[in-house]
């Protein structure tokens, strides 16, 4: 037993049927017709404390813009919820301005070390994966987990052939790591910080500014989804697993409730159970979505953490609370505007 997935075994594996009992959503009022006035969207592209006067940012601006266009474009098509999140968080990754795929954040031996995690609102279905460093996104890993093996989460070496297994672009490390973020490794070293991506690195000669990345999402039936994507934190200890790909953490999806996608201090948002319990105050107690996520967002202080989430409740309201100074977000309500903004000031910086 144990060892890599070869040949047939792989083949048995992956032709096991997933079995997941459908969740009864028959409270839920879903049209029977396509309804593009549901279409809301969001998308983070991390948080953190960037030092004060860091400007207006127009690069990260820029992207977030183009990636939450895109996605709403998607689901004016038509797409699922699914597809809108999966795509906005594939953009996101192949964009080194922010800390996920190209341009991820580096563990204190100078490699990647990404985490990913997806999850279905419809029937939970979900997939994550965590510690890769050579398969080309890992936010398409995550949904070929959930949608091609009867598995929800791997790890390590059985990771990675398993993505090679299912056809997944494969590449080197190096591939991820940029002069930027090897430069901001350096200087947490120096200083024996671990940093969140965004975080005023006061050590560092440059104030370059980059965040884990994710995306939410209700589409033109009503379903939800949640995608997030990092490369954790900066000089963190090789093996670290964030929130992200803890399922009920950091990345989380009801139909009947919210999806949800974090970012911030991983440890303190895994030990407040982020996700889970902004799903149990609205579905089990009832409550808004702001003071249910205002309310998570109180107990990852409470766990000295820092951060913020993005979230799309089943009635179609939006949250972006953060208690961290910045939270790189864009957003599209019910008008179908494409809203961007950094600070805590709405559409300001
Ligand atoms: N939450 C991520 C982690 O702890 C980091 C981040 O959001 O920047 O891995």
Redesign the pocket.
């Known amino acids: 037993m144990g060892g890599p997935i070869h040949g047939a075994q792989a083949a048995n594996l992956l032709t096991i049927p997933r079995i997941i009992p459908r969740m009864n959503t028959s409270s839920l009022p879903f049209p029977s017709s396509p309804d593009p006035g549901l279409i809301r969207f969001a998308l983070h592209g991390?948080?953190?404390d960037p030092p004060p006067g860091s400007g207006a940012q127009p690069e990260q601006r820029a992207a977030l813009h183009r990636v939450a266009s895109a996605a709403q474009a998607l689901l004016r098509d038509g797409a699922s919820a699914l597809d809108a999140v999966t795509r906005a968080v594939e953009l996101m990754e192949d964009c080194p301005l922010f800390?996920a795929g190209i341009g991820a954040?580096l563990s204190r031996d100078g490699q990647p070390e990404l985490?990913a995690a997806i999850v279905n609102g419809a029937d939970r279905a979900c997939g994550a994966v965590t510690g890769i460093s050579r398969v080309r996104s890992p936010i398409r890993f995550a949904r070929a987990i959930m949608e091609r093996t009867p598995h929800v989460f791997f790890g390590g070496a059985g990771a990675e052939q398993l993505a090679a297994e299912l056809g997944l672009e494969m590449v080197e490390p190096g591939f991820f790591i940029t002069a930027e973020r090897l430069h901001q490794l350096e200087a947490a070293r120096r200083a024996g910080a671990i940093t969140?991506?965004?975080d005023d690195h006061a050590f560092c000669d440059d104030d370059a500014a980059f965040?884990?990345v994710g995306a939410v999402a209700r589409d033109v039936h009503g379903h939800l989804a949640a995608a997030t994507s990092?490369?954790?934190?900066t000089n963190?200890l090789p093996g670290r697993?964030?929130?992200?790909p803890v399922i009920g953490a950091?990345t989380f999806a009801d139909d009947r409730s919210a999806a949800v996608s974090?970012?911030?201090?991983?440890?303190s948002?895994i030990r407040s159970g982020f996700g889970h319990a902004v799903h149990a105050r609205l579905a089990w107690c009832n409550w808004e979505l702001d003071r249910a996520c205002a309310e998570a967002l109180d107990s990852v202080a409470q766990y000295h953490g820092r951060?913020g989430c993005i979230a799309i409740d089943s009635r179609g309201n939006i949250a972006l609370p953060f208690n961290s100074r910045s939270m790189y977000r864009a957003w599209v309500e019910a008008d179908g505007l494409v809203r961007v903004a950094i600070g805590p000031g709405g559409d300001g910086a």
């Open positions: 991390g948080a953190g800390n954040v985490d969140l991506d965004h965040g884990t990092t490369g954790g934190l963190k697993v964030g929130d992200t950091g974090c970012t911030g201090t991983g440890e948002f951060g």
